[in-house]
């Protein structure tokens, strides 16, 4: 198996989930005790969050993490996190293995689904920014997003409550999804943040659920054993 290796720490709750994702994912396809090697590079969340030269700084952090992990032997990387994707290429590019993006493996698994019209969740960053909903786009997917002030409590939920495992703004969540269920027709809910999953399960919801953290995790260890 090839070894997978995971930069973390984007928040450090959300890493958790990821692991537990793969312990999961792995004893459900190689049975109790059979696991993809795995490393996780967790970096300072603070220091990456506050970091004074904004995104240019933070990809710094990233490609450092990233070439650790290269070094360390991961044979496939990955951002445990939607939005620092949108310097994905840029870290891809400082290294000779190869990445796996979590927007690619959410592409795939909305295609398998048959789902069109998405309700896009995450952070400020990822609902408003153009990277994350282009690539939806442009892959045939019609993408819809909550309201500025929506925009702003949920980025509030994310960061002051689910980064900690607190989960009651939960009934505002589910709230939020099933309104534009209904008045904007959407067939699908992308949790576009890898904390949103802590909060929000598939059956929680009249409409389907995409974990992206789940699906990345599935992608990363069927490239790990399919190779």
């Known amino acids: 198996m090839r070894k ?112 069109k019209r998405v309700l896009l969740l995450g952070t400020k960053t990822t609902m408003t920014a153009d990277f994350y909903r282009n690539a939806l786009k442009e892959a045939g997917f019609e993408v819809v997003t909550p309201s500025k002030e929506e925009i702003d409590e949920i980025d509030r939920v994310i960061f002051e409550e689910l980064a900690f495992e607190n989960l009651k703004s939960k009934p505002y969540l589910v709230g939020l999804i099933e309104r534009y269920v209904e008045e904007h027709g959407v067939e699908g809910v992308v949790l576009g943040c890898t904390e949103l999953p802590l909060a929000i399960k598939s059956g929680d919801v009249s409409v389907e659920v995409f974990d992206t953290a789940e699906i990345h995790m599935r992608k990363l260890i069927e490239m790990a054993v399919d190779f």
Not at 34 to 59: A, D, Q, V
Not at 62 to 67: N, R, T, V
Request: aromatic letters at 10%; a positive charge.
């Open 4 to 115: 997978i290796g995971i930069i973390g720490g984007t928040t450090p709750e959300s890493t958790c989930y990821y692991y537990r994702k793969y312990i999961e994912i792995s004893r459900e396809k190689f049975g109790p005790f059979t696991f993809p090697e795995l490393l996780i590079y967790s970096i300072n969340f603070g220091e990456f969050k506050n970091n004074p030269r904004g995104w240019e700084g933070r990809k710094e952090m990233l490609i450092k993490a990233a070439k650790a992990l290269e070094r360390a032997g991961a044979d496939i990387i990955a951002l445990s996190a939607n939005t620092p994707h949108i310097v994905f290429p840029e870290v891809q590019a400082s290294l000779k293995v190869p990445m796996v993006s979590i927007i690619d493996a959410l592409i795939e698994e909305l295609k398998r689904r048959g789902v």
